[in-house]
């Protein structure tokens, strides 16, 4: 519940950030939109990229790989140094599986991949800092509400009376994660705005349980371990310019 309750502060926030605006000043400042790909790497450096399940005779272990999002951003002009920043982001999680049996009559390995599909609307709050006329330096921090659209599952098939089984089930098919982000933006007056940068997610607890399996005739063993989806992206954004502003009318038309 304290999750919820923080991602409805960083909306709250935002919407009285807008009202100040509003109420104190007259000019209305632009909106954008533009188109982001993010590569996702894995990384140690939030929560563990790997998840390693032993159990009697069976090991699995689990391995982040390298995935990506994409998706439409939207940039709501709050005032000269702020934006209220959303959109819809597709991301897709890649995995590498190792599976292992290791007993006295047998041994076998086995490797496989899973992904994980996900959608996600951010809700951030965008700072500027005005480095020159054409740099600036952004940072953005809020939250993002997270939709998977189904569980997922795969088979290893060894022969006619072994396999190896992974699935993966939701805890849910909505979820929370926080979102920060700093990065770098050339802006031209002609073709818009370029962006480069880095974005932090961390769901606020973990969206998948894993299971493992070994079936033999007669036995099994299962490992159950829990994937939190957390990641580091590299954002590569290109924003289109706002014709609007250019089109202004300044005063009267000349007959």
Sequence with gaps: MKYWLLIFSCVISISVLAQKSKSTKKERFPSYFGLQFKPIFATNFITAS????????????????????????VRVGLSKIVNLETGLNFVQRNYDIDFSINSSTTQLNAQTQFRIIAYDIPVNALFYIKLSDKFYMNASMGASLGYL???????????????????????????????????????????????????????FKPIFQIAAAYYKAGSTEVLYGNVSGSYLTLDLRYYFKNNGEKNKLRGPIEQ
């Design 50 to 73: 790997e998840l390693n399940l032993k159990g009697s005779e069976l090991t699995a272990d689990y391995q982040q790989k390298f995935g990506f999002s994409f998706g439409g951003t």
């Design 149 to 203: 659209p189904s569980n997922v599952w795969k088979t290893y098939v060894i022969n006619s009376v072994e396999k190896f089984q992974h699935e993966g089930r939701r805890f849910g098919k909505f979820f929370g994660e926080a979102n920060a982000n700093v990065g770098f933006e050339f802006r031209t007056q002609k073709i818009g705005f370029f962006y480069l940068g880095a974005s932090v997610k961390m769901p």
